[in-house]
Nanobody, 125 residues
């Protein structure tokens, strides 16, 4: 399985970005997907996740109300719409695919089996 993330960039505080992650997995629609981020010297933190059907979404408190995760199973793609960006959102953003499907671990990066290469998001103040 290959995941290709794109859409990062350098923006100013208050701006928006939309990240995309395209998966090579034909059964993409069966699996939960997540977005994580990692800043310099930090661990990889949970940002958002979406169930296989797209009916349920999960967010870190720090992004709730500003970020929206969605997916298009017909395109094998998951998105992360990021609005009202803040300098503290600066990080490398990774998409990930969870084949195990354990909902209790949907926020835990250890439960994800495949990872994209990451895309840099930099927010200037």
């Amino acid at each position: 399985v290959q995941l290709q993330a794109s859409g990062g960039g350098l923006v100013q505080a208050g701006d928006s970005l939309r990240l995309s992650c395209a998966a090579s997995e034909r059964s993409f629609g069966r699996y939960h997907m997540g977005w994580f981020r990692q800043g310099p010297g930090n661990e990889r933190d949970f940002v958002a996740a979406i169930r296989s059907s797209g009916g349920y979404t999960y967010y870190a408190d720090s992004v709730k109300g500003r970020f929206t995760i969605s997916r298009d199973n017909s395109k094998n793609t998951v998105y992360l719409q990021m609005n009202s960006l803040k300098p503290e959102d600066t990080a490398v953003y990774f998409c990930a695919l969870d084949r195990g499907g354990i909902l209790s671990g949907i926020r835990d990066p250890r439960n994800y089996d495949y990872w994209g290469q990451g895309t840099q998001v930099t927010v200037s103040s």
